[in-house]
């Protein structure tokens, strides 16, 4: 045999191993529930940015929160409402936090009421900060549970003169409490602290999304990941011009 038949022969070898390794049957290695558990957590750390659930936009009645000519300090700022804009908000808690950002204003007080359907459950009067900045106020204890698979309609009016009432600057919203799923709160439970506001997001949960963002803020503020997460969260619903106020205060002081 010369050399041109020994590499003619030489080279069909892995030819036909490819043949007749092409022609067995395939194995198929189905992933283990580790694997794709792994992969759904991955598919929950998408982005910061806030996905709406699915929900229909609630009616609402309020005016919204156009600025009365002696009632702002500050002529290019208005009292605004941390919410995306179709106004309603998920939550799972029984009693959640809500977040307003309160220009300066001549009085210094708030009124709060939490509406089902007509009736009023619960209302209060709370003081303001002197200065403005991002607020919170977390229904007490004594103030009746959100049921789950319920919308509530909020309301939060300033009372821009102590002499005429009858200039208000009101905003409204709603919130609807919900469960969640066993397999969202096995993800939740084993969330990194830090990515706990980008599960809440990608789920549509927005009022946990916010607080546990607030929260963060206040206990590293200068934490530049925290920030980041904040004004990712706050410019996916178009509250761009709220990124930068500052956190000053959760409503605790009530005068009723």
């Known amino acids: 045999m ?8 030489f080279s069909a070898f892995p030819i036909s191993l490819v043949l007749i390794i092409s022609s067995l049957p395939r194995i198929v290695i189905a ?37 009365g000519g ?26 959640p936090t809500f977040y307003w950002f309160v ?33 919170g106020f977390t229904l007490p204890a004594k103030a009746p549970s959100l049921k789950v698979g319920k919308q509530y309609h909020w309301y939060m009016v300033n009372a821009c003169n102590s002499e005429e009432l009858a200039e208000e600057i009101n905003v409204d919203g709603w919130v609807e409490r ?14 990194n602290p830090k990515q706990l506001s980008q599960v809440y997001a990608t789920a549509g949960i927005w009022y946990e999304a916010v607080d546990t963002l607030v929260q963060q803020r206040l206990a590293n503020p200068s934490d530049r990941t925290i920030m980041t997460n904040w004004q990712a969260l706050l410019e996916s619903v178009g509250l761009k011009n709220l990124v930068s106020k500052p956190l000053v205060n959760i409503c605790n002081d009530k005068i009723e």
């Not at 007080?109 to 939490?114: D, G, K, M, R």
């Not at 799923?181 to 096995?186: A, E, N, Q, Y």
């Open 2 to 9: 010369n050399w041109i038949q020994k590499f003619v022969n």
């Open 31 to 67: 992933e283990s529930p580790i694997a794709l558990k792994f992969q759904r957590f991955q598919s929950w750390q998408i982005s910061q940015k806030f996905i709406p659930p699915n929900r229909k936009a609630p009616q609402t009645t309020a005016g919204g929160a156009s600025r």
């Open 70 to 95: 002696s009632c702002f300090l500050a002529s290019k700022e208005t009292l605004t409402p941390l919410m995306p804009p179709n106004k309603l908000g998920l939550t799972f808690a029984e009693r």
């Open 103 to 135: 220009p300066q204003i001549q009085v210094q007080t708030a009124h709060f009421s939490l509406l089902d359907g007509e009736d009023i459950i619960y209302e209060t009067t709370f003081k303001l900060p002197k200065q403005s900045g991002i607020i």
């Open 178 to 191: 919900i469960q969640p799923t066993p397999d969202l709160s096995k993800l939740i439970a084993r969330t």
